[in-house]
């Protein structure tokens, strides 16, 4: 396979400026909890119902939650007060559960049982949570291993065809995901609906409607992960299951995740602060505990750095996508995540026009290719120079997924020639996969037969974007991240440190915080 000549000192430096800018973080990690990670806590002992009222279904595990935050009781942890619960009543976590959002039971009143008593048992329902994610973990695990799945993470084999689906009603989602393996994809996102990143709590239950996506809900996610793993076995190659863990029900999301054996998660450590304006502290604190539920489950996360490009040049702005990689990859290490598991994303984004892109677009998926060689990495296709013309955009994704097998991408996320017209059709997506194979097939070995010329036009651009990169590291490691990013370091976006949404959900942790995962999530 062919490298590029890139300085392994340089490379080496950014990853110690991203490790010194974690390390604050990692102070307010280890200080503070959320009210999603509450709520998770309580999804991982198994609750999972929900309060009619009014018509709408309201999450228990976010009544229970709430009801303790607004007593300011909530810095113990809900297992503190939760635990206590069972103890007293003798019910179990889904009783007590609906006892307690249905009024019946006020936590806060009910006698309380001794400290160490209240942690042994505590511990134990813990301990039984982690053993129900490693065995759904071993269960995916094995039906990969009956459907001969042939994935390698680094991009051995070539890239994974990688297709989304969106139509907002989950049994329509099954009809074209099936469709789509049959057409020859490995792996299915399904698209959120639009601004759910933004609801405080998870919806209930399988759903029908949503705009541009499709709920992520507990049910939803068991149904569209039975119908792959039932086309799996038909066509007799394991389908990947993808859908989004970011916005303000991180941890929860991977919670549900894990349970419900999904395969990928969309799970960026800064995605939620630029673009969708969530606080900085309540997106850093969550996406540590979610990662912490991703790294047992053995779920690969892809990150939103393709996103950087779509609202800053991307010609100009790589070393910006590459600094945001080295941070994910720092968190994703401090999370106790592997190589294998961080899907660090990058998209093919330059202006088409620009005098020799090819070489440019070449360089820098090489140059990620080679500085995170045992990442799964996710390319993502052209977007933002896409219009009306169908025959333009078909043959830009036709160069993309040159590229992308050119340099050993992991995960390839196929354009489609309807990209910024309409959500895909059926005719769209299968024309996309074909499109795909026949590139993949066809050129799959051409990065072994070349090489990069020595200080060419490519490894010129990549050494500029690595060297960038290195003082773009620099400068934010001496203002901060939180003061980095209000200063726009990333996508042209300022955020302020106690801004945005959610922020009223971070919370101290008391002396006596109480939450066993954090030492059982390893």
């Not at 018509?55 to 709430?66: A, L, S, T």
């Not at 507990?218 to 039932?230: C, G, H, P």
């Not at 990150?303 to 996508?321: C, I, K, M, P, R």
């Not at 090489?451 to 490519?458: D, R, S, T």
Request: proline letters at 4%; glycine letters at 8%.
């Amino acid at each position: 396979m062919a490298h590029l000549t890139l300085d392994p000192a340089l490379i080496e430096q950014c990853r110690k400026f991203a490790s010194s800018i974690a390390k604050p973080i990692d102070a307010l990690i280890q200080t503070h909890t959320t009210v999603a990670i509450e709520r998770a806590v309580l999804r991982l002992l198994g609750v999972e119902g929900a309060v009619e009222q009014g018509g709408q279904w309201f999450p228990e595990v976010n009544i229970i939650v709430e009801d303790l935050r607004r007593e300011n009781a909530l810095g113990q942890g809900v297992l503190h007060w939760f635990i206590n619960g069972m103890i007293q009543t003798r019910m179990t976590p889904t009783e007590l559960a609906k006892a307690t959002a249905t009024r019946k039971i006020n936590l806060l009143k009910l006698p309380r049982a001794p400290e160490t008593e209240v942690q042994k048992i505590a511990l134990a329902q813990c301990k039984a949570a982690r053993d129900h994610l490693v065995a759904e973990r071993e269960k995916r695990d094995q039906i990969r291993k009956e459907t001969g799945d042939q994935f390698v993470p680094d991009g051995s084999q070539g890239p994974l065809i990688y297709v989304i689906v969106a139509t907002g009603n989950i049994f329509e989602d099954v009809i074209q995901a099936q469709a789509a393996a049959q057409a020859g994809a490995h792996a299915i996102a399904v698209i959120r609906s639009t601004a759910q990143s933004l609801l405080d709590f998870v919806p209930h239950g399988a759903t029908t409607e949503g705009f541009g996506g499709t709920y992520a809900t507990q049910e939803n996610f068991r149904i569209m992960r039975k119908a792959l793993d039932e086309e799996g076995r038909r066509l007799g190659r394991y389908i990947r299951l993808t859908n989004y863990c970011s916005g303000l029900c991180m941890p929860e999301i991977a919670a549900l995740g894990a349970m419900e054996r999904l395969d990928f998660l969309l799970n960026d450590a800064m995605y939620g602060i630029l673009f969708r304006d969530i606080n900085m502290k309540r997106t850093l604190i969550d996406q540590h505990f979610s990662r912490r539920i991703i790294a047992l489950s053995r779920i690969i996360i892809h990150t939103g750095e393709d996103n950087y490009l779509t609202t800053a040049d991307a010609f100009e702005n790589g070393h910006q996508v590459l600094a945001s990689q080295f941070i994910n990859e720092r968190f994703a290490l401090n999370a106790q995540m592997t190589e294998d598991l961080m899907g660090l994303g990058h998209a093919q984004e330059m202006d088409p026009e620009h005098p020799n892109v090819f070489l440019y677009e070449i360089a820098r998926a090489q140059m990620t290719r080679d500085i995170f060689p045992q990442s799964p990495i996710k390319f993502m296709p052209p977007t933002r120079h896409k219009c009306g013309d169908i025959f333009y955009s078909h043959l830009m994704d036709a160069m993309f997924n040159f590229v992308g097998v050119l340099t050993n991408q992991s995960i390839q996320l196929l354009g489609m020639a309807t990209e910024a017209m309409h959500t895909p059709l059926l005719q769209d997506r299968w024309m996309s996969i074909k499109n795909a194979r026949y590139i993949f097939n066809g050129a799959h070995d051409l990065g072994k037969e070349i090489e990069f010329k020595k200080g060419g036009v490519i490894e010129s651009f990549a050494a500029k974007v690595l060297e960038d990169t290195f003082e773009h590291l620099k400068m934010i490691e001496k203002k901060g991240l939180f003061k980095a990013i209000e200063g726009r370091a990333f996508a042209e976006v300022s955020r302020t440190e106690t801004g945005g949404k959610g922020y009223d959900g971070v919370l101290l942790r008391a002396p006596n915080y109480l939450n066993p995962f954090f030492d059982l999530l390893k």
